[in-house]
């Protein structure tokens, strides 16, 4: 009896779902309208049949036209197919699959479609966040931070913009971690086009979430709400790196709003990119030098303990651990930082150090640095590695 009452209450919830996903393809209708509805009509199901007459009372006679148009054009059944047919999952805010830190935010989405799976909210999560051309050292900071925290066990958030963005989601799914992308758009559209490839990851090792409906292009009207539920998925906010005036901070805003932790990471006083961090900075946001700051401020050690290493976290120990270096290749990687330089600089600081090695000599250490994984070559400069530099 028991399991024959489950059965009648999943397929119930199914019903609903499907005439909450025809209700959100109304996309022009704001989600304060549609949980009016719902609170008025009591299910989803009972908001498809209000007569003309009770929708113009609540919502007025332009949003009464709107859903009498709808109704015209579209069946639910009709919709739920398209969109089940499109690979899309859909939840809304009654259901048992809904997330949870996704209802108490002020102006919560109605319902959210999505490709992959939904955040596990028994997992830590991590929001990064930053400017879409972002500089050498904020790409080192991103890729070291994610692939950290990742390794631990800890998803990331973002929104699988160009610069920081999509840089941590990487990190995180190359440390064999899972990475969210929160879209402005619908999830079955791939913006920007370049980060096809991360999209296709994200499907495979996390997911993309959308409040839009599928076939949504993206516009940048879309884009400031949807940071509201990058961060509200998140327990922390990391800003990686912005400008002192940035969209990224109106995600921190959001963050504050909704209680959650914010954190940055400090770049330097001159630099431009590193305005909007320091900014946060002084005006009271966690300072993260390295992931075990916010690991240990938000006590995750036992998650971290007990998290099996993957197998680039092996990989990244067995590199710090190796003790095969060249005295030359030791040398060259005491003068790196995560900074590029040029050969030229190099070898004037290697000489300043006091080193009396010759062309041939520094050549073939930066070569047994590259092959090792440790140094970098970019455009004729050499950097740490992200691994090099989260170990040095």
């Known amino acids: 009896m028991k399991n024959v009452d489950n059965l009648r209450r999943q397929s119930e919830e199914q019903q609903q779902k499907m005439y909450a996903c025809w209700l959100d393809t109304i996309y022009w209708l704001p989600s304060e309208t549609k949980f009016r509805l719902l609170d008025a009509a009591g299910s989803v199901r009972d908001v498809y049949y209000m007569t003309d007459r009770q929708l113009t009372a609540l919502i007025g006679s332009k949003g009464c036209e709107q859903i009498l148009q709808q109704r015209k054009r579209y069946e639910p059944q009709r919709v739920w197919d398209y969109v089940s047919g499109l690979g899309i999952s859909y939840t809304y805010c009654r259901t048992s699959d809904f997330p949870q830190k996704l209802k108490n935010i002020p102006?919560?989405?109605?319902?959210?479609?999505?490709?992959?799976?939904?955040?596990?909210?028994?997992?830590?999560?991590?929001?990064?966040?930053?400017?879409?051309?972002?500089?050498?050292?904020?790409?080192?900071?991103?890729?070291?931070?994610?692939?950290?925290?990742?390794?631990?066990?800890?998803s990331i958030i973002s929104g699988m913009a160009l610069g920081i963005d999509g840089i941590s989601q990487r990190a995180a799914l190359t440390a064999g971690g899972c990475s969210y992308?929160?879209?402005?758009?619908?999830?079955?559209?791939v913006y920007p086009r370049s980060n096809e490839p991360l999209y296709r990851q994200l499907l495979e090792k996390g997911g993309v979430i959308s409040e839009y409906p599928?076939?949504?292009?993206?516009?940048?009207?879309?884009?400031p709400p949807r940071n509201r539920i990058i961060s509200a998925l998140a327990d922390v906010v990391l800003v990686v790196e912005a400008r002192k005036k940035s969209g990224t901070l109106i995600t921190v805003d959001m963050a504050l709003e909704q209680g959650r932790?914010?954190?940055?990471?400090?770049?330097?006083?001159?630099?431009?990119?590193?305005?909007?961090?320091?900014?946060?900075?002084?005006?009271?946001?966690?300072?993260?030098?390295?992931?075990?700051?916010i690991i240990h401020d938000m006590a995750w050690e036992e998650l971290t303990d007990n998290t099996m290493e993957t197998g680039l976290e092996q990989k990244r120990k067995s590199k710090s651990n190796d003790n095969s270096l060249s005295p030359m290749a030791q040398e060259i990687i005491r003068q790196l930082d995560v900074l590029p330089v040029t050969q030229d600089f190099l070898i004037r600081k290697l000489r300043e150090s006091g080193s009396i090695c010759g062309m041939p000599q520094i050549c073939q250490g930066l070569v047994e640095l590259e092959l090792k994984g440790l140094a970098l070559r970019q455009n004729g400069q050499y950097c740490?590695?992200?691994?090099?530099a989260l170990n040095r």
């Open 107 to 154: 102006n919560p989405p109605f319902g959210i479609f999505y490709k992959g799976k939904l955040p596990d909210e028994k997992i830590p999560a991590v929001a990064m966040i930053g400017a879409r051309k972002c500089s050498e050292y904020g790409k080192c900071m991103a890729e070291s931070f994610a692939t950290k925290l990742a390794s631990q066990g800890i």
């Open 181 to 189: 992308g929160v879209l402005g758009c619908g999830v079955d559209v």
């Open 214 to 223: 599928p076939g949504m292009e993206p516009r940048p009207i879309l884009f």
């Open 261 to 293: 932790e914010v954190y940055a990471i400090p770049g330097r006083c001159t630099d431009g990119l590193s305005m909007g961090c320091n900014e946060l900075l002084r005006q009271g946001a966690a300072i993260a030098t390295d992931p075990e700051d």
């Open 384 to 388: 740490l590695s992200p691994d090099a």
